[in-house]
């Protein structure tokens, strides 16, 4: 059974740090390409980050240069690291095992709140 949990959400001003992890159990995050989601209010989930299994990295437009994700294949943990924060980065945050022809997997979200 593949579980997926996130943490590390909470609120914080514009222009913070905060740094979100997602605990995997059931896959192995380093043979997987993993991905961080974000769902704002009332809009679309949207794809925020994905690391592959030989560890290249690509960003959405909106956080490149503000966000990293990366992983710990001892903890089978992906993280999503997050600096200067802004408002519209406000969102639940999905830690997800996303690949075409497979199933996918979705952990239960982290909220993630920037005040201005």
């Known amino acids: 059974q593949v579980q997926l949990v996130e943490s590390g959400g909470g609120l914080v001003q514009a222009g913070g740090s905060l740094k979100l992890s997602c605990a995997a159990s059931g896959i192995i995050v380093s043979i997987n390409p993993m991905s961080w989601y974000r769902q704002a209010p009332g809009k679309q989930r949207e794809w925020v980050a994905t690391i592959s299994p030989g560890g290249t990295t690509n960003y959405a437009t909106s956080v490149e240069g503000r966000f990293t994700i990366s992983r710990d294949n001892a903890k089978n943990t992906v993280f999503l690291q997050m600096n200067s924060l802004k408002p519209e980065d406000t969102a639940v945050y999905y830690c997800?095992?996303?690949?075409?022809?497979?199933?996918?997997?979705w952990g239960q979200g982290t909220q993630v709140t920037v005040s201005s």
């Open positions: 997800a095992r996303v690949r075409i022809g497979t199933k996918n997997y």
